[in-house]
């Protein structure tokens, strides 16, 4: 019996120390960040990380609570709904993502919103209806800039005016925004979050920096430019929006 006990026991340790060993592999490098009192668990990042294996990059962010968990409430019209999302904001070229060269800065985010769905190449509930599922977590490419409109020094998705044609995705939504809606599926388990991205030339994301962001958007009430401003910042990785994380360091 004591053998069979020590061997369980020797089992037992082994196997924590194999889950101990990659975890820390999943959380070592990156942009580290402590737990911050006041931040919502859900959003409260505490690792953000790019690294690349052959030409797909893997975009991964961990919190001190359950990623994913938290998701805006319902408000039933477009106009003023709310927008959950986890960003990673990149010194990429936007022209990476098939917009324009130098129209912003380039992010690459999963968001939540159940008032609009802006996938419409996707059933992401897999119910038939393309039309019914923005609330369920997805991912975008989006192009960012600051505009005071959204508040004083605040970030908004940039804008497509009326008349204009700039280059676009040829995933785009539609919505008059520098928004791509590529289809690349998030993966929640536990306090993380990662997504896996193609690239034909990995060698612009291994050059790149990038940073964590955790915040809520809102769509303007008036549905007019500015359409999507970043209205509450959770929590920033660098805290300062530097965006010093290197990929695969």
Partial sequence: MKRITSALTA???MTAFHAQAHDGAAHSGGIRTAAKAGVIADFDIVHTKISSEGNTATFHIAVSGKAGKSR???TGKLAG??????VWPTTMDPSVAGFDNGAGILAFAVTSHPDFDDTPLYDENGDGDLKNDGDLWHSHWVVLKPDDACGKGALKVVDIPEGTKPKLPKTWPGLPLLIDSPGYSPI???NTLEVRVPFEDIGVVTNASFDGVSAGLRVN???HSPLLCVVDVFKVASGTLSLPG???K
């Avoid at 709904?81 to 986890?86: D, E, L």
Wanted: no cysteine.
């Fill in 221 to 223: 009430a008036s549905v």
């Fill in 11 to 13: 089992t037992v340790l």
């Fill in 188 to 190: 929640f388990k536990g």
């Fill in 246 to 248: 290197k990929v695969n």
């Fill in 81 to 86: 709904s709310n927008v959950f999302s986890y």
């Fill in 72 to 74: 805006p409430s319902k």
